[in-house]
């Protein structure tokens, strides 16, 4: 049974960092992408950042050049270092895989319904 669990959220004034983990479990396929959402009060899900089963990293423009995306493949565990933070970062971040060859790219995959799995999120607070 897959498993994402995301923890690292929290307050933080703006300017600031946070670095959240996505721990996942129970994949048989070591070939899947994984990627950072999230999904502020009121607004639509979007989509921050995919690592593809390839490797290939892709950014929202959004977030581009202030968070990074990254994968520890022997701790199977999913980074997101967020810098430079600001209120409208304010919302619920959630962490979703999915079992794809590569080639995806998170400006292409529906925020919704595009990924196989996902966590059950960690809210992160941003005050101005």
């Known amino acids: 049974q897959v498993q994402l669990v995301e923890s690292g959220g929290g307050s933080v004034q703006a300017g600031g960092s946070l670095r959240l983990s996505c721990a996942a479990s129970?994949?048989?396929?070591?070939?899947?992408?994984m990627g950072w959402f999230r999904q502020a009060p009121g607004k639509e899900r979007e989509g921050l950042a995919l690592i593809d089963s390839e490797g290939n990293i892709s950014y929202a423009d959004s977030v581009r050049g202030r968070f990074t995306i990254s994968k520890d493949n022997a701790k199977n565990t999913l980074y997101l270092q967020m810098n430079s933070l600001k209120p409208e970062d304010t919302a619920m971040y959630y962490c979703?895989?999915?079992?794809?060859?590569?080639?995806?790219?998170?400006?292409?995959?529906?925020?919704?319904?595009?990924?196989?799995?996902w966590g059950k999120g960690t809210l992160v607070t941003i005050s101005s």
């Open positions: 129970g994949f048989t396929d070591s070939r899947f992408s």
């Open positions: 979703a895989a999915d079992l794809a060859l590569g080639g995806q790219n998170i400006a292409t995959i529906d925020p919704y319904f595009g990924m196989d799995y």
